[in-house]
């Protein structure tokens, strides 16, 4: 079986974000993971939280050989077979008999490295697809009115921007607007290493 990729970033971030989520949730629960991504996180998340049931999701249907690659090597029974899913392709589940909903969404370092519609997309389908006390967690550089943002940042938004004019680093404010039409709200702030934020959203009361 060939290595699969390899993120040094994912590596470094799985374990700070592993301890949030540790703090807000639930002993059991299903999860979904949107842009998986290596498939680093959700190996991680599936091996220290066993008791949750996690399934992947990767824009790229090249990923999605990696992402269970990598979970085969694991071992984990957990973890579901990787799905191919676009954020911005709506119903998000359009096989499924019912939409599923989920006691967890998680999507990590997406709404910089994306179109702004996949974050407005991302709250919506969030908002479908979240069970009634569900949280989403997204994890990733924002910017902040009134907090000065580091000289990392700005460079990292600047690289984003060259590469592709509709990516970027998102202002916080205007995340918690789109998620605001969606219903969700932005129920608690994480500062992480590394000039990153962990928000968690929940549904609107
Ligand atoms: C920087 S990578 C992050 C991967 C992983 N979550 C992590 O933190 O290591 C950005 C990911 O966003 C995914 N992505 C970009 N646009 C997307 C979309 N419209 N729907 C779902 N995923 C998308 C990419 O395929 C890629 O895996």
Redesign the pocket.
């Known amino acids: 079986m060939a290595q699969p990729d390899f993120?040094p970033?994912?590596e470094r971030?799985k374990q700070p974000i592993l301890e949030v989520l540790l703090q807000c949730l639930p002993a059991q629960g299903t999860a979904l993971?949107?842009?998986?991504?290596?498939g680093?996180?959700v190996e991680w998340f599936a091996a220290q939280l066993p008791q949750w049931t996690w399934q992947p999701?990767?824009?790229?249907r090249g990923?999605l050989y990696n992402i269970e690659v990598r979970v085969a090597q694991a071992g984990l029974d957990n973890v579901l077979d990787a799905m191919q899913?676009?954020?911005?392709t709506e119903p998000w589940f359009a096989q499924a008999a019912a939409p599923p909903t989920f006691d967890l969404i998680f999507?990590?370092?997406?709404l910089h490295?994306?179109p702004w519609e996949?974050c407005t997309?991302l709250m919506r389908g969030a908002a479908q697809h979240l069970d009634a006390n569900g949280k989403l967690v997204t994890?990733?550089p924002y910017f902040e009115t009134g907090v000065p943002p580091s000289q990392g940042n700005v460079e990292f938004d600047q690289s984003l921007r060259e590469h592709d004019p509709s990516w970027g680093i998102r202002l916080r404010e205007d995340v918690e607007q789109v998620a605001a039409q969606a219903g969700l709200r932005l129920a608690a702030r994480h500062t992480m290493p590394s000039n990153n934020l962990l928000l968690v959203w929940a549904r609107e009361p």
């Not at 993971?33 to 290596?38: D, K, L, M, Q, Y």
């Not at 999507?107 to 997406?110: E, L, S």
């Open positions: 993120s970033s994912a971030n993971e949107i842009a998986s991504g290596t680093q996180h999701t990767e824009v790229h990923a899913l676009d954020v911005r999507c990590a370092n997406m490295i994306a996949a997309a994890y990733g």
